[in-house]
């Protein structure tokens, strides 16, 4: 049915995964200092995350694929020649600077909510300002920021199929290279599309998993 | 690099049409999506699993797949079927990218919405809806007067946010030829090879259409909030007992 481009299919599920992989740690990075700045910058620091959270979340992502790509080739030109931007790295910098303008303002509102006798209780035991964020918020962070993130990195999981217009050779692009050598559109994309949904349901359900880890031992009603 | 106003300013009425095509693809993919939002919805708040099924996998499927690929199987997987391209019917609309995209973009936007919408529904307070009841109201009454009504308050925070999703999902009709906003810029930068310019100026319009229908829906919001009605005589008022 797949004339032979299962494994191709296969491979291109592989990069989809990387890309989305780099795309998430690069972004949490991104997102988790934007929220520190936002919640305890001063004001320079937190007008630079306000900036970049309001451009980075009113642009497409795909034209943000476009400018890290098309702009990073022009400004690459100009150091060198010969250099060749790697539309993977623009691809996955560029998912991964959307996500992080969305993960920022998880992470505000995940450090917002711990309350705020905990850090005063931090600064009387006398702990410094960084080992109060270490051993107090962060590990209530994760609990708080995860249902979130989640949400966040399934959108990213989906968002991925755009670096294949860029010529990354995600499972997209192997099924668009499947599609023109068969000409049988409707099977490749339907393939692609079950591998997606495969990959969805499988984070749905990781996430499912890790929430209820990150809750255990915390007070429900019901 | 050589930084060139002049070409933002050149291209800025092309640019301008592509807005245009990237509202109407949007405002037409939202309206139409509402209408199948609202049915998909209730029959997910079904406890009949026959009556779940047929919604709840539309939904799975358009949720759990890459927009571009559900354009991608429209526009060109339909159109591999000779049944299709046979048809008089069909092939007039599914020949062209732009009714493709706007099917793509309404189920799209219905599947997102559904949900949304079933959230609110559930999240109608249990005593309205037993209230309706008591003063004999029939479930299509309830829905109709109460329910419903109380939902599309409770979801309008979220469905605006699926509406800004949606005007940026629309950049990717230009992956099939379509000249929305950044298909123009696509198309001018393929002729002058200058993307930075020509990026920048569509990414400064889409900012403005993004933060200007935030600033609508946040209007419309504050008009339909209900504000708690003040209680003539507070309890404090009423004086020792």
């Known amino acids: 049915m797949l004339q032979g481009f299962g494994p191709q299919l296969l491979a291109g599920l592989a990069i989809t995964v990387q890309v989305a992989l780099v795309a998430l740690g690069v972004g949490l990075i991104l997102g988790l200092s934007g929220g520190i700045a936002k919640v305890y910058g001063n004001r320079a620091v937190r007008g630079v995350a306000e900036v970049y959270t309001t451009i980075f979340r009113g642009l497409p992502e795909f034209l943000v694929v476009l400018i890290a790509f098309f702009g990073g080739s022009l400004i690459l030109a100009q150091f060198s020649e010969d250099a060749e931007l790697n539309a993977f790295t623009a691809g996955s910098l560029a998912l991964a600077t959307t996500f992080g303008a969305y993960a920022t303002e998880v992470f505000r509102g995940a450090f917002q909510s711990i309350p705020p006798g905990q850090i005063e209780a931090g600064k009387a035991v006398g702990l410094s300002g960084i080992k109060i964020m270490r051993r107090i918020v962060l590990p209530q962070v994760w609990r708080l920021a995860l249902p979130g993130l989640g949400n966040l990195f399934l959108s990213l999981l989906k968002d991925t199929a755009l670096v294949s217009v860029i010529g990354v050779d995600d499972l997209m692009r192997k099924a668009d290279i499947a599609r023109s050598v068969t000409k049988d559109s409707f099977t490749m994309y339907a393939a692609a599309a079950v591998l997606y949904l495969l990959l969805t349901a499988v984070t749905t359900l990781t996430l499912h998993l890790l929430e209820r880890r990150a809750n255990r031992g915390i007070r429900r009603t019901a | ?241």
């Open chain 2, 1 to 241: 690099m050589d930084f060139s106003f002049e070409l933002i300013i050149a291209s800025l009425p092309q640019l301008l049409t592509g807005v245009g095509m990237t509202l109407q693809l949007v405002a037409v993919a939202v309206a139409l999506g509402f209408f199948i939002a609202v049915p998909v919805a209730i029959l997910r708040t079904s406890r009949n699993p026959l009556v779940q099924a047929l919604p709840f996998s539309y939904v799975f499927f358009f949720r759990g797949t890459p927009l571009l690929v559900q354009i991608f199987l429209i526009y060109y997987g339909l159109g591999s079927f000779e049944v299709v391209r046979n048809s008089p019917l069909l092939w007039p609309i599914l020949r062209e990218a732009y009714w493709c995209a706007l099917i793509a973009f309404t189920l799209n936007t219905a599947a997102y919405s559904a949900e949304i919408v079933r959230g609110a529904i559930m999240a109608v307070p249990f005593g309205e809806i037993e209230a309706a009841k008591a003063i004999g109201m029939t479930r299509v009454q309830a829905f109709r007067r109460i329910i419903l009504p109380r939902a599309f308050r409770i979801a309008l925070p979220a469905y605006g946010n699926e509406i800004i999703f949606m005007i940026k999902g629309s950049a990717l009709a230009s992956t099939i030829t379509l000249l929305d906003l950044t298909g123009m810029a696509r198309k001018i930068v393929a002729r002058t090879y200058k993307p930075v310019e020509v990026f920048l100026a569509a990414g400064i319009l889409y900012l403005i259409i993004v933060y200007g229908v935030t600033w609508v829906l946040k209007r419309v919001e504050k008009r339909l909030s209900i504000t708690p009605p003040r209680l003539p005589v507070k309890a404090e008022d009423a004086g020792p007992v």
